[in-house]
């Protein structure tokens, strides 16, 4: 249903307060402007009327944001719509937003200030026929029927996912639900070598609480042999029990009654966090509480898969296709993949990006509805058949889903190799992406250990290593490691782990958000010699004691002062020349960005004792403007320095110098000095 603010618009009845039109072709309306509701309680009473669009904008606000909107004038209270030609072609897209200035002022999130609907004609919504993904099609009534519908289908159609049906191999501890779906649940431990190898074993995915009712310990491992009564376990492990016996799946691992928690003797939990891949890749499915904060909501929720399901209208868009003939189009939120999974509480957890990748299949209980995923196939119970790709989908195609060596395979197929040596596959240029784009999510996800930072992506790191067949360099891959230095922080929420987990060069000594940096080592201006490593274990893919990198380069000094008329941003100076121009007051130099890895007031102590230097690393000059990245570097004694910062130089004639090898480098501290070449020899930790 939509409101009659929103069904004028789109359906023509509304003339736009502007337009725009195409360069090309004057003639082409691009984007239409409207006026939309003036005022909260408009919106609101369109939300009480049940209006898709202004619903979802609406649910977007605290209860306290919209009770401080309401105290204003309703006519500070501005909404605006635009209908827009999609990047998909015979798309249309549709969005209502509140002023710019409303939601600054009441603390309302950029991203959700607006809400944006797809139209895309029914009959693209699906390119190939998919009726036969679950048994109707269709939305099932009975939730355990839709769960049993994608597991026939899957396990009896999809061969990467079905590939050894049963475990074939099992945890050192799983929980004993008994073997009949009929017997009573009486939770007890068993070693997984003495399980039958034609059994299966589900997997439980799940947000930490402080609530959290029962650990193994030393302390608790003998009461957990005993068998733990149904009734004392945390609801979401109940929920996790009983659906995997009605599944006939009799064994369940949970990492908080199946791995040793204690704090005072990590062994345990080290050996078996080395084999979460292990763990994960075979089991039979991981349940996934997604729409949990905490284990004492349990599972399942009652479902609205109805209110999230697209809806379908004739309308005619004449406006950009000057054509009065309808077409049957469906319109879908933009955000629904977003907000029924990806940002749920569960998925903000960085363990949890490992469980779901690895899994064979993960089966999601959502807050609105059941989702499903596996290798072949993203659904939910608004859309049973395989969630509309337009939904989903980066433009680059590295969808985050469980991993298999098929997928990745079909993935690979538009994969670009010129750039790269002869002889790399497609699916090796797929697969050292798609890890870039793992690492950008992990990135923003949550560990309530920092230490866990390594150890928690060591599972993926060893499925994606005999894809990429390369040597792993701490979040990193040895062939492309020139070029993956050069990753930058995103965004003012960062900070450096105050106890050593990873070298300064790593992304992964930083707790924030991170932009990773693509192969192919192009452009670049340095060389990796060496690099050294000392684990914590003999897990190559887990935590590190400590380690170095031995680089080439051509090194300079540096200084870096707040700008004084823009103290977001620095003014650089190498070799004592200025590399940033001289700005008008309020303006901003974007020819020149600095990064810091993490903020510090200043760095007067630094130029004091002549300890900033920066090392020219990579030129670009496609597609962007001729520009050199550097990394701003800080010496800490004899030839070792540790990693400050990445920056941009957008290149000049008077910025040349850049490149250029001086007078004063042979003085510059380093390992080693090559007075023919200029370079620099150093160690980076």
């Known amino acids: 249903m939509l409101c009659s603010c929103c069904e004028d618009i789109i ?46 904008l609406l649910e977007q606000i605290t209860d ?77 009534d009975d939730p355990e029927n839709q769960i049993l519908a994608w597991l026939k289908f899957c396990s009896n159609n999809h061969q990467g996912c079905s590939r ?13 639900l008994g073997d009949t779906p009929a017997s009573p649940i009486n939770v007890r431990p ?25 650990q193994l310990t030393k302390a608790t491992s003998g009461e957990l042999k005993d068998g733990i009564p149904f009734s004392v376990i945390p609801p979401v492990y109940r929920d996790a029990m009983t659906i995997s016996k009605r599944l006939s799946i009799r064994y369940l691992w ?67 296709s000057k054509s009065s003939e309808a077409r ?90 010129a750039k790269y040596p002869y002889g790399v596959t497609k699916l090796e240029v797929y697969s050292r992406n798609l890890w870039l784009r793992i690492v950008e999510t992990y990135s923003n996800c949550q560990l309530t250990n920092g230490d866990d930072k390594l150890i928690a992506i060591a599972g993926i ?19 492309y490691l020139a070029s993956e230095l050069l990753w930058v922080v995103r965004d003012h929420r960062r900070t450096r782990a105050k106890q050593y987990r990873a070298p300064s ?32 274990t003999n897990d190559d893919t887990g935590p590190v004691k400590s380690g170095h990198i031995i680089l080439t380069g051509v090194l300079k000094e540096l200084r870096l002062r707040r700008n004084p008329d823009a103290q977001a941003s620095w003014i650089q100076e190498v070799n004592g020349r200025n590399v940033t121009k001289q700005l008008a007051a309020g303006e901003a130099d974007e020819s020149l960005e600095v990064y810091l890895d993490v903020d510090q007031p200043d760095f007067k102590a630094e130029i004091e004792q002549t300890s900033l230097y920066c090392m020219p690393a990579r030129r670009m000059k496609s597609p962007s403007p001729d520009c050199v990245q550097c990394l701003l570097l800080k010496h800490l004694d004899s030839g070792i320095f540790s990693r400050l910062s990445l920056s941009t130089i957008s290149m000049s004639d008077d910025r040349a110098f850049i490149l250029e090898h001086h007078v004063n480098a042979p003085s510059i501290p380093c390992k080693s000095y090559n007075d023919q070449t200029g370079d620099h020899t150093f160690h980076l930790i």
């Open 11 to 56: 359906h023509g009845k509304t003339r736009p307060l502007s337009v725009d039109l195409d360069l090309e072709r004057t003639d082409n309306v691009t984007f239409a402007y409207f006026d939309h509701h003036a005022s909260l309680i408009q919106l609101e009473q369109a939300f009480s009327e049940g209006c898709l669009v202004c619903s979802t």
């Open 64 to 140: 306290d944001q919209r009770d401080e909107n309401n105290r204003r004038d309703p006519r500070e209270i501005r909404l605006s719509a635009n209908l827009g030609k999609g990047s998909t072609p015979n798309t249309i897209n549709f969005e209502v937003s509140f002023d710019p200035d409303i939601f600054i002022e009441s603390g309302i999130d950029e991203m959700l200030s607006s809400s944006i609907m797809l139209f895309q004609p029914v009959i693209e919504l699906y390119p190939h026929s998919r009726k036969d993904l679950t048994t109707e099609g269709a939305m099932l």
């Open 164 to 176: 050894g049906n049963s475990a074939e191999w099992f945890p050192t501890r799983l929980l004993d």
């Open 190 to 214: 068993v070693d997984g070598r003495v399980v039958e190898a034609d059994e299966k074993y589900n997997t439980l995915s799940h947000r930490w609480w402080r609530a959290d009712y029962f």
């Open 254 to 320: 949970i990492d908080s009654l199946c791995i040793f928690q204690d704090v005072d003797d990590r062994s345990d939990w080290n050996r078996e966090a080395g084999m979460m891949n292990m763990v994960y890749e075979h089991a039979y499915c991981n349940l996934a509480a997604t729409g949990s904060e905490r284990s004492s909501e349990g599972l399942v929720f009652d479902r609205k898969p109805e209110i999230v399901c697209h809806q379908e209208f004739d309308l005619t868009f004449e406006l950009f």
């Open 328 to 417: 049957r189009y469906a319109m879908l939120d933009k955000y629904y993949w977003e907000k029924e999974l990806i940002w749920r509480p569960l998925n903000r957890r960085g363990w949890v990006l490992q469980e779901r990748l690895l899994a064979r299949r993960v089966l999601h209980f959502g807050r609105n509805q059941l989702i499903w995923e596996c290798p072949e196939l993203t659904a939910t119970e608004s859309y049973p058949r395989g969630v509309p790709s337009l939904l989903f989908e980066f433009d680059d195609g590295l969808n985050l889903k469980p991993l298999s060596l098929e997928t990745l395979e079909m993935g690979s197929q538009h994969s670009d190799t």
């Open 461 to 479: 790191a060893k499925r994606m290593r005999t894809y990429i067949k390369d040597d792993y360099v701490v979040g990193m891959w040895r062939q």
């Open 505 to 536: 060069f790593s992304w992964a000594s930083i707790d924030g958000p991170i932009l990773p940096s693509y192969p192919p080592n192009q452009g670049m201006l340095f060389t990796v010699e060496d690099v050294h490593l000392d684990y914590q």
